[in-house]
């Protein structure tokens, strides 16, 4: 019976009623504070409320082995990965080591899992307990979170436990957490005289007081002997030695299996008593155990060994010596030759100094570990490997192969600790460029020191020389990032172009052209905008290539191959599951889309960037994301969620001086203040993106809203302003054929001449190439038509005003198209209301679902693109259709594309 936890068991119960708005709980608290019977009462409970458990508990020897605890939880669920999709199936069986061939992805491995657990939940409801989350092997652990975040509409429930003070990805996971905290004295002492009903008094009272509230302490402290206790000891330091003192009475042959079984990542009794038997060379049977299970330590059934408590586990090993710890190994690896990687850890284990021979193996257990996808184990295995290596060369080098590894699945900090691990006088020139490449990956460089993007320059230069061509390319495209993010100056960009056009490469190779843009969007866009152009008709071939081409096209203003080439980008790496590059494509595909007036595509393409950026650790993609959804937001008239959003991209961009959040938050805001007819305020903002001094400047983005800054300026009465910066940006403009420049000046030169060249001017603009750029169309017609008003020709200008009124609505844009509507008044014609579409209707999320239902996706397809289960995407659907009157998916198809005709 628990003491003291009603409170915390009737949240929990209320998991067990039905569906709520919450995935799970995540119990936190210290060790012995009751996690474990706290969620072994829920556990027991669910059964009975109609529930099918699924458990799995992490463990101190397996958390190197990549999807040990995902092994486990999805065990008896095995017989459904046949019914998988074949990506998501073969992903799996080779996560879970089922087969050797390929290399899974993490998130396609987390697609399967919640495919088999919603397929299970169908069912018969879930419930999923997750103990000892600090110990959870990291890949398992990722794939737990992904499919906590995604749980929403399914018959599923998360609990899990960590300990205070442990990391872990659950806590990102959305779990609502709960903290146990320490027994009340009343609560106290109802559990102590529960297990210990006869203790004297003077003994009860020191238990109490030492153990302060904690439930295990309170159960185990009675058989401690007090006489020398140091009452200022840690709790748990205090356990460990009440465990110890058990262990000491038993006879050796009890220790020594007691021993084995502490230092086996598995519980099976069967290995403990092999390896026994090796150790003793005697026979050993479970009988061997059982003094240690009537002292407490252990629990025993036929096939498993578990410790009561994971502090016993350690205080058996901390108990004995180095000799007997590297005997009880060597006794575990002499039972797994058919497990090459369990036996090189206990190998290593039971190794001192360098054995280059054991160091290979380990060596061969992190690649194993890696084509499985878990990197952490990776890792974790050539850092061993490296402590094991006969010489300090493959030390260094097995150091560094361990920090890429740890650069590739994002954790910067374990990288550079491993760095810092290579001896100085083994950083030879090689070494310190693949040292310098992979530290300067992390978030494209903000916030570093500018001077760092120097001397990327100066290594590339190097590099190059040297021959090294594939590593200068890498060198180059991190520096090149550098210069989207933050701004240089002139000549380090000079600099890094005269290294990439050094390089041996053929013409129009796609790196050197993206690294091309980024560096010299202007003096070197005529050049990149060939080289895009003759690439775009290889898009889809390669989704990664794709992505940095699709970014490429946004630094010179090609927002139409910006826009192509991203969204050719996102399917392949869906398919791949990169998530780490996705809503990098899908943040420039929504960039470009909001500036063509795309909304219908941009906004569940910015929702779902930033929902993924901020899943997969990149806050400055998020912000940038925001700052879009900010801008479209702005575009519809939505001004009250524009501002909100605003403040969140601009928190983001500020902390780090990321430069393009900057500026695209000012775009959004001066959209806004164009909305509302706040004119001095919309100048103000726009003007910042173009003052060098200002954070906001961005070398790029700053020429490709000319069409905003002239509205803005003219209705505040700043012409004078713009007159100022177009000499600027015309010179630009004899270099680079780049669309958004050429567009945005074409409008302004039209806006600002004088009358009798004005409608020249217009006609011109509108006698342009604008396939694909019907925003830009519709102001062109909008500004005609005011002009033409002004100059009382009314009629002439309805036309251009009724166009642009409907261009607007068609796409959208609330707020331009109110601008239209007031113009068309003020000619004498008067316009329908427009109704709401199933664009005001749906959430980001819902329009995303929406128009891939349109498209003819089953709700399983969807769910592989959107990486949801089929019936979260089916619970969407049945919210969708009521929202937009209609009762299939033929009638969906038919209501969307209304709306974008």
Known sequence: MLHGRRAELKELGELLDGPTERSGVLVRGEAGIGKSALVAEIAAAAPVAGLRVLRTTGSVAERHFAYAGLHQLLYPLRTGVAALPVPQRT???????????????????????????AEAASAQPVLIVAEDLQWLDRASAQVLAFVARRIEAEPIVVV?????????????????????????????????????????????????????????????????????????????????????????????????????????????????LAAVEFLLGVPAGPEMLVPAVEARLVELDAAA???RHPLMRSAV????????????????????????????????????????????????????????????????????????????????????????????????????????????????????????WLLSGFEDGVGEDLSRVAELAGL????????????????????????????????????????????????????????????????????????????????????EVDRYLGSAALQVGAFDLAARFSAAAAPGLRAQGRLGLLPRALAVQAWSQARLGDLAAAVPAAAEAARLAQETGQP????????????????????????????????????????????????????????????????????????????????????????????????AGQTDAVRDILPEMESLATVTSSPALHLGLRYARAVLAPNDEAEDLFAAALSADLTGWP????????????????????????????????????????????????????????????????YDKLTPHE??????????????????????????????LHRIFPKLGVRSRAELAARLKTVGD
């Open 620 to 715: 400055y993609m998020y912000g940038l994301a925001t700052a879009v959804r900010a801008e479209i937001a702005a575009l519809r008239g939505e001004y009250r969620q524009a501002g909100a959003l605003v403040v969140e991209a601009e928190r983001v961009g500020l902390a780090a001086g990321a430069r393009p959040v900057l500026a695209t938050v000012q775009l959004a805001r001066g959209l806004m203040a164009l909305g509302e007819g706040r004119f001095e305020d919309a100048f103000a903002d726009l003007k910042r993106v173009l003052d060098p001094a200002s954070p906001s400047y961005q070398l790029a983005l700053r020429a490709y809203w000319l069409s905003e800054f002239t509205d803005a300026a003219v209705r």
């Open 460 to 543: 590339a230069r190097d590099v190059a020389t040297d021959g090294e061509t594939a590593a200068a390319t890498r060198i180059l495209w991190g520096a090149a990032m550098r210069c989207f993010w933050s701004e240089p100056g002139p000549a380090v960009r000079r600099a890094l172009v005269a290294v990439a056009d050094r390089l041996p490469v053929p013409d129009g190779d796609p790196a050197t052209v993206a690294v091309t843009a980024y560096v010299a969007p202007f003096d070197r866009g005529e050049v990149v905008l060939r080289g895009l152009r003759k690439l775009a008709g290889t898009a889809g071939t390669d989704p």
């Open 775 to 838: 925003a830009e169309r519709g102001r062109v017609h909008l500004a005609f038509g005011e002009w033409l008003r002004r100059q009382r020709r009314i009629v002439e200008s309805r036309t251009h005003l009724r166009t642009a009124r409907e261009t607007f609505d068609a796409l959208g844009l609330a707020a331009l198209a109110e601008r239209a509507r007031r113009e068309l008044r003020s000619a004498g014609e008067s316009s329908p209301n427009r109704d709401p579409d199933a």
């Open 91 to 117: 992903a799996l069986r080779i996560a879970l080591g089922l087969t050797g061939d390929g290399e899974p992805s993490g998130y396609l491995t987390g697609l399967a899992a919640l495919s088999l657990l």
């Open 317 to 436: 090993a901390a108990a004995a010596g180095f000799a007997e710890r590297r005997a009880a190994h060597l006794a575990l690896a002499s039972i797994l030759p058919a497990e090459p990687d369990r036996q090189a850890w206990h190998q290593a284990a039971a190794t001192a100094g360098p054995d280059e021979q054991i160091a290979l193996r380990l060596e061969n257990t992190a690649a194993r570990a890696r084509d499985r996808g878990g990197i952490a184990a990776a890792v974790a295995a050539l850092e061993q490997s490296a402590r094991l290596s006969g010489t300090a060369a493959r030390r260094a080098d097995r150091l560094l192969r361990a920090a890429e590894l740890a650069v590739e699945s994002g954790h910067r900090s374990e990288a550079e600790r491993l760095v810092r691990e290579i001896p100085p006088d083994e950083l030879t020139s090689r070494r310190r460029t693949t040292v310098s």
């Open 847 to 876: 329009l995303g679902i929406a128009q891939l239902a349109a498209e003819g996706l089953t709700n399983r397809e969807i769910g592989q693109r959107l990486y949801l289960s089929h019936r979260t995407v089916g619970t969407h």
């Open 305 to 307: 060994v578990t410790f």
């Open 160 to 272: 899990g436990t960590l300990r205070d003070g442990t990391p872990s990805p659950l806590t990102e996971a959305g779990l609502t957490p709960m903290t146990l905290e320490r027994l009340s004295d009343e609560d106290s002492a109802g559990l102590l005289d529960a297990v210990a009903p006869r203790l004297a008094g003077a003994t009860r009272t020191r238990v109490l007081s030492a153990a302060a509230g904690n439930p295990l302490a309170l159960t185990e402290l009675p058989s401690a002997d007090f006489s020398g206790s140091d009452p200022v000891l840690p709790l748990t330091e205090r356990l460990e030695r009440t465990f110890t003192d058990r262990l000491a009475p038993l006879p050796a042959p009890v220790r020594a299996a007691l021993l084995v079984a502490a230092l086996n990542e598995r519980d099976v009794l069967a290995e403990t």
